[in-house]
């Protein structure tokens, strides 16, 4: 649980950061090119379960959401649910951004020791930059508190990201 907790708290925060990161400047205009939707794919430093896909928004308002699988069958207490991470990003020094979002765990339906029970908070930092005008790369860190903030967890790892663009060869079928 802790670890998918973490895994989930790292993408939101990760994209966020990578937007701001690579532009260089704190002024809201030069964020601008990071501002869209991302098609992201996290990795993690420890050994362990692999990375995981995940859709971000980072929005010009510096919002930014989060979202993927919210089940995960295993975790280290059975299965578990997550709903989508929400948060705001903003300039954090010269190329870079800071992002802070929270996402909920609580036991999945199906989990006969945590069956509804609230598990967690997650929240994640990352700095990252535009490699292109659709690509990010970044790192990131997170942690994962129970409802009484105790650390369950900490994660670090990697992301990469591709902007989500409009696909031309499905749009050719449409016609006319």
Not at 95 to 101: A, D, H, N, Q
């Amino acid at each position: 649980m802790k670890f998918l907790v973490s895994v989930c708290v790292v993408l939101v925060n990760l994209f966020g950061v990578m937007a701001v990161a690579a532009e260089g400047s704190t002024s809201h205009k030069s964020f601008a090119s990071v501002v869209g939707a991302w098609h992201a794919q996290v990795s993690f430093d420890q050994p362990g379960p692999a990375g995981f896909v995940s859709l971000m928004t980072i929005g010009r308002d510096f919002t930014f959401t989060e979202s993927h699988d919210p089940y995960s069958l295993n975790s280290p207490v059975g299965p578990i649910m997550r709903t989508i991470g929400l948060g705001t990003w903003v300039p954090a020094g010269k190329g870079e951004i800071v992002v802070s979002y929270e996402t909920l765990f609580e036991g999945a339906p199906n989990n006969p020791a945590f069956n509804g029970v609230p598990l967690g908070v997650g929240t994640i930092v990352v700095k990252a930059g535009l490699v292109s005008k659709n690509q990010l790369e970044g790192r990131f860190a997170s942690e994962v508190r129970d409802p009484n903030g105790n650390i369950l967890s900490v994660t670090q790892g990697t992301i990469t990201a591709e902007r989500i663009t409009i696909n031309r060869q499905l749009l050719e079928q449409l016609g006319d």
